[in-house]
């Protein structure tokens, strides 16, 4: 059974750093480019980092370039975003995807909350 478990969403003031973390099992990671999604509230999601399977191409969406950072341990089965310099507008649910041309899977989503 493959999951995705999501972790490191929390209640921060703006300005603040958080790193989400993206725990796989039941799958060959390491075969797997991944993704972050986000999800505003009222809003559909949105991509805001993807990462390569080797985890040596990355790309980010223009409104998190320069503040967030995607990366991963393989040996880990782990990923990970460090959310810099964070905004009331980066509230929401954020999702780790896994996908190549064995499948794709999704994970449940953490929780992160930008607010004075």
């Known amino acids: 059974q493959v999951q995705l478990v999501e972790s490191g969403g929390d209640l921060v003031q703006p300005g603040g750093s958080l790193r989400l973390s993206c725990v796989g099992s039941?799958?060959?990671?390491?075969?797997?480019?991944l993704r972050w999604y986000h999800r505003a509230p009222r809003s559909l999601r949105e991509m805001v980092a993807e990462?390569?399977?080797?985890?040596?191409?990355?790309e980010y969406a223009d409104s998190v370039k320069d503040r967030f950072t995607i990366s991963r341990d393989n040996a880990e089965n782990t990923m990970y975003l460090q959310m810099n310099d964070l905004k009331p507008e980066d509230t929401g649910v954020y999702f780790c995807?896994?996908?190549?041309?064995?499948?794709?899977?999704w994970g449940q989503g953490t929780q992160v909350t930008v607010s004075s």
């Open positions: 990462i390569s399977s080797a985890g040596d191409s990355t």
């Open positions: 995807h896994a996908f190549s041309v064995l499948g794709s899977y």
């Open positions: 039941g799958l060959p990671f390491s075969r797997y480019a």
